[in-house]
């Protein structure tokens, strides 16, 4: 069975100083995983991706997360943090011999950036 | 912007009351899903399109719910007697060739 948990309901940073959202995932194979951002009423926006290769992954607006397969984690980071960040931020999970292509999704974390 | 359109973006119904919400993702999209989102939750998988084919459906789809997608392009997600835990946010998403799921903006839905 698939399933994501991302431990923290609200992340709050002050601006200028780096983030981390952290995520943990479950897969029963090897993962496809992902962040997406959510603003207040609106869709999901996809931020990055981790497929294979490079265990870091650069994504829009200066994000990047670090897959560690070991630790079974994908978490987000950014050296230094906007208000503009401030937003949902969910990580989701796909298992790789899956021909059906759905996403399992955390709860979302909420981010709080200060100015 | 996605490419992905949803509508109507806000739906307030009676309970009991019927209910549809549409989605058209753009044409290289031939995998569609619809999840459900309530508040304080990510999103959670309805079900999904291979082209005009429902190929697996949620146990959160109760009987209630049906979902098409004729001709293999715009999808619509109907509810019939609404209930209030029905309210929720109703996303769209259309996958992409390299894997990525592009989401609409999405179909509030509120059931008083």
């Known amino acids: 069975a698939q399933s994501v948990a991302q431990p923290e309901d609200q992340v709050n940073v002050a601006e200028g100083n780096p983030l981390t959202v952290k995520c943990t995932y479950s897969v029963s194979g090897n993962p496809y995983l992902f962040w997406y951002v959510q603003y207040p009423n609106r869709g999901l926006q996809f931020l990055l991706k981790?497929?294979?290769?490079?265990?870091l992954v650069k994504g829009s607006y200066g994000f990047e997360a670090e897959f560690n397969k070991s630790q079974t984690s994908f978490h987000l980071k950014k050296p230094s943090a906007l208000v503009s960040d401030s937003a949902l931020y969910f990580c989701?999970?796909?298992?790789?011999?899956?021909?059906?292509?759905?996403?399992?999704f955390g709860r979302g974390t909420q981010l709080t950036v200060w100015p | 912007d996605t490419g992905v359109s949803q509508d109507p973006r806000h739906k307030i119904t009676k309970r009991g009351q019927n209910v549809t919400f549409r989605c058209d993702p753009i044409s290289e999209h031939n995998r569609l899903y619809w999840y459900r989102q309530t508040l304080g939750q990510g999103p959670e998988f309805l079900t999904y399109f291979q082209n005009e084919a429902q190929l697996e459906k949620s146990r959160l789809l109760s009987d209630r719910f049906s979902a098409e997608r004729p001709k293999g392009s715009f999808s619509t997600l109907e509810i019939q007697r609404t209930e209030q835990g029905d309210s929720a946010m109703y996303l769209c998403?259309?996958?992409?060739?390299?894997?990525?799921?592009?989401f609409g903006e999405g179909s509030r839905l509120t059931v008083l």
């Open positions: 981790y497929i294979t290769g490079d265990n």
């Open positions: 998403a259309g996958l992409a060739g390299n894997g990525e799921l592009f």
């Open positions: 989701a999970v796909r298992d790789r011999g899956s021909t059906l292509g759905r996403l399992y």
